[in-house]
């Protein structure tokens, strides 16, 4: 029969035969009963039980070495270390680097929680050596210990107390070489600690016992017992004694193992004696909180290990919050490394600078840290972790509460409520819920109050204050707030605060929360390669999400409803509060309208939106319009709908008129002025993003600004809305089209006073037009020939001024990128959608009767001229201009940016799909590696097109790009020309790593590169001599991605073409390297 008694004598046999470290990876054992059949050993024979100690810790970092207490008693203890690390490195192929390199999966299994074994073996060893006094008392003499003192003596265990012994063996492997060792005794020297400090305190605990106890014999009334009284004293003396002894041995420790070890060369041995010391300190502060161990926290501040700063926080963190007696005890250690503390805060590693905005925070609201450094923290709301702008968020409402208590806490003014009731109920929670947004607005005042970082500060104080961001109807009242009147109270604070400045950043929060809680991102995401995502909408993959979103815009229509339109009529004339209030409407659920009845507020607020639209020139503002526009449309029904449909008609009505009205003035001024301008002189200004006009009357000026607001409305109403008169009215439709190509036609020719913002912006809008027209005459039913004859004319028109404008950019104005980038954008967004639209109707059109002729008159089919100048545009705005080149200039205008890069790749498989030219693409890959990370991802996106093509088609066009750029090494200046071989040779190596050596369909199209790479320097039976330096420069970073089977059949060509070459010369050297490359990867090797 199994009994729990029998479970026990079995384990305690176990515990007495087995290894301690064979003892310590069971499981199923009891770590107590190891730890009490070891001291029972010690009790017999200290060396033997004592060289099991020096074995466990050996075994424990890896070393095979046992030892014996003979050993033990004959060497002394650097003769056992050198042993050891001996044994340690044989075992480990003489390098302990390579312990790092056994099977994992092996070594998990052996040593499956044998830490916490260890670490528990060791606190018991103790705890029950104290208990029974074994720790302290010598089994000869304390002077033995002395008399080891002379210098090589053997190591005599049984002449000197336990815990001498125990120091030794952990001081003399903690400072071996061997890394796993030197973690295996520091592991054990700081838990030797950690069981002496539990030790300490539960003396302590009896002493204080003992001292209450003798205080209450003592104060007795009665008569008195003495032979209590001299118990407890001698008690009370025996229990302090164990105290300042085991403090001794604390101490001694410290100095031994944790001094030498906390600038330890491997850091997470640093790590381990930082994170112990913090648990020293909470544990025992009375003892450790002095600047003599305080100073180890503040110098491994500066560690250069990020864990190791992280492990210090943690620890003051957790002092700190501990108890405001350690702050009194921590005066000088924070005066002293206080501001080292706030140095971190702009650490490079994310989870250091989060710990330190909380020990920040912590030290703010004890009052040590003076709240003008506050700043530093509220600058983290701005930080490109998310991880630490969380981090800043929560000290937000300490910092808010503390600059209320500074300010004075004035109470905010009293808003109109529905009842005395209400108000009374709602006071409290609503002041507070102001003064935390005023807050905010400060603190995003204080950092300069962009749109973007209002953005980012809401996203971060999100989590924290949702319920106060969102509570829309405060949002509203703060907004519509008046100061008071003449003769009533008067609030100082409350006015001085919502100034003109103020309620745009309200605004802006109010907008960003609308947002927020409508489930879209606020900040674009990075992922792993560095690039930054678009604005997209969070995937609400629950059901409660999916719910909080509804409730937010529920909510969020029903205060819309009734204050949006006193907003827009409050501040109409603001732009910058006026602005983000339009963006919130996107977000209203217009079936309200209609449940409701209040048809009519819709219309009003259609009214308003569209005052504003013409009112104001400010792009944010005419953007806001049109998404609300495009919003009434697309989610409205029935009478909501046909409100919105006409509204937009009336809308581009008025816009395609008062442009008609501005082109009509233009010409008659620029009809009275022909006599004052030169014959062939061009008057386009390039005023590259102001808007300065010389020679200009006020009337003029009046003229171009009208020019510019109306050319941007119409630029934002064709984003996201076809016209409305090309489906009803097509004379209207034609003055339209006319009107704009008149205008940039006059512009390209130099008959016309207008800015280069102007022509972009009208030659973005007649693009536009032109891709809703062909999209439209694609859904037609009835589809006739003179349509699309009307269409493919304009078309014509438009790319031919364009061709002549992308002239004019490259020679006259060339200092402004502007109109070239219009240029490019306009033709090449025109080109995708052709061909797109070709595609996908063609079917359907042939089945309408359409003729194969007239339908192939809708594809845009460029000459390589016309080609040429418009990729020639495109690759002067993908070159990064040298640093200092360029001044006074927008920078954002010169750097290479992602829609540029977008149209060069649009560009480049227009002319790899449908011409026969192949100098785009070949062009563009010269670009790879130096034009910025978005190029390169559009090479690399170019390149997988490419492999989708065939491998004739990418090895085509690298060879081009190769041949292309080696013909300006050849027609090159000859004193730079080791730098230009040089910069090709780095360019082959660079398209040549865009290859795999793994992949089946690379390796086809590295050997399609040397083929044709050949054929270009061996166009008939002989070379050509001015093209061998091709061979050794260009073709040979390709040979080690080509397979051996295809450089085998490259020997046989390659040598016939050697023979007809004199090996001698100088000139067949690049031959001969090349040739020599070959065969090497030809043998199986990899050519250098």
Known sequence: MVTRKNVLNTEEVASRTLPLFASLTDNSINIALVASAWCARYGVDPSAAVAELYTLIAKAGGSATTITSIELMDCSLEDIGARVLSEFAVRNHDSDV????????????????????????????????????????????????????????????????LFDSLVDLITMFSSTRARKI??????????????????VKLHADTRDMKQRQLDAEINKRKRSNNLMIRTLKEALVLTQNRVNSTEGMIKETFNRVFTHRFRDTDANIRTSCMRSIGHWMRDHPLFFLSDFYLKYLGWSLNDKNPDVRLAVLVALRDLYRASSEN???????????????????????????????????????????????????????LDRSEHVRCAAAALIPSLASRESRNRGAVPPPCYVTHSPATKIHNENIRDTSRDTIMSVVRIIKDLQGSRARSAI??????????????????????????????????????????????????????????????????????????????????RLSIKAQRKEKEYAQETFTKAAMNSIPSLLCRWSSDAAVIGPLIETLRHVKLEHFLLMHRENDFEEILNCIGSLFFQHSSRRIIDACVEFTFHAITNSHGALNEISRKFCENSF????????????AMKERNGCNTSHAHEGNIDLICDSGKTSYAHSTLQNREIYFQLHGDLARLNAFLSLLPPPAIAQNPLKKFNFFCDLTSFITSAAHGSSRVSVH?????????????????????????????????????????????????????????????????????????????????????????????????????????????????????????????????????????????????????????????????????ELLANYGHAGHWTDHAIAAIFIDLRHLGPHAAGSTVTISLASAFEEIVVGDQEVAVDLEEAFVEFAERLAGLFMVGSQRDRVAVRCVVEEGLNFVVPTAAPNPMRLSFLSLGLKPFIPKLATKDAKSLIDPLNTVLSAVRSEERAALPLLDFVNCVATRARGACCR
């Open 457 to 538: 500060t809401v996203d971060a104080l999100w989590s924290i204050h949702h319920s106060t961001l969102s509570d829309w109807e405060l949002l509203c009242r703060m907004l519509l707030f008046e100061s008071p009147e003449v003769g009533k109270p008067h609030d100082p604070v409350s006015d001085a605060e919502l100034t003109s400045n103020d309620a745009a950043i309200l605004s802006n929060i109010f907008a960003c929360a609308v947002r927020r809680a409508c489930g879209e991102q606020l900040l674009r995401r990075i992922d792993a390669r560095g690039m930054t995502g678009g604005r997209a909408t969070q």
């Open 758 to 922: 102007a022509v972009a912006l009208a030659l973005r809008a007649l693009s536009l037009a032109l891709r809703h027209d062909i999209l439209s005459l694609l859904h037609k039913k009835d589809l006739t020939i003179s349509a699309i004859a009307a269409h493919v004319s304009i078309r014509d028109d438009f790319i031919f001024n364009a061709i002549a404008l992308a002239k004019l950019s490259d020679g006259l104005y060339s200092g402004s990128r502007i109109l070239a980038k219009a240029v490019i954008s306009a033709v090449t967004n025109l080109i995708i959608c052709c061909q797109a639209s070709h595609v996908v109707f063609d079917t359907g059109l042939r089945r309408a009767g359409i003729a194969i002729e007239v339908l192939e008159t809708l594809e845009l089919r460029f000459s390589e001229s016309t080609l040429r100048t418009i990729w020639d545009t495109c690759n002067r705005l993908l070159d990064i201009p040298a640093e200092g080149s360029v001044q006074g200039v927008d920078a954002e205008d010169y750097c290479a940016d992602g829609e540029i890069s977008r149209l060069a790749y649009g560009l480049a498989m227009y002319d790899i799909a449908k011409t026969t030219h192949g100098f785009v693409a070949a």
């Open 98 to 161: 390579l312990l790092e390199n056994s099977d994992p999966r092996i070594a998990k299994e052996l040593t499956k929680s044998f830490r916490n074994n260890y670490l528990q073996f060791w606190d018991s060893l103790i705890r029950d050596s104290c208990q029974t006094d074994l720790l302290f008392l010598s089994r000869i003499s304390p002077s033995g210990r002395a008399e080891r003192a002379g210098e090589e003596k053997p190591c005599l265990v049984s002449s000197v107390p």
């Open 327 to 381: 702050l009194a005890l921590m005066d000088t250690f924070n005066a002293r490394f206080m501001y080292r503390v706030i140095e971190m805060l702009d650490d490079i590693d994310p989870r250091v600078a989060a710990e330190a905005v909380s020990t920040v925070g912590l030290l703010l609201e004890a009052s040590v840290l003076p709240h003008k450094d506050a700043g530093a923290v509220v600058s983290l709301l």
């Open 653 to 664: 009505h008025k816009i395609s008129e008062r442009l008609h009205h501005v082109f009509t």
């Open 182 to 199: 030197r973690v295996a005794a520091t592991e054990a020297g700081l838990q030797l600690v950690t069981s002496l400090i539990q030790t």
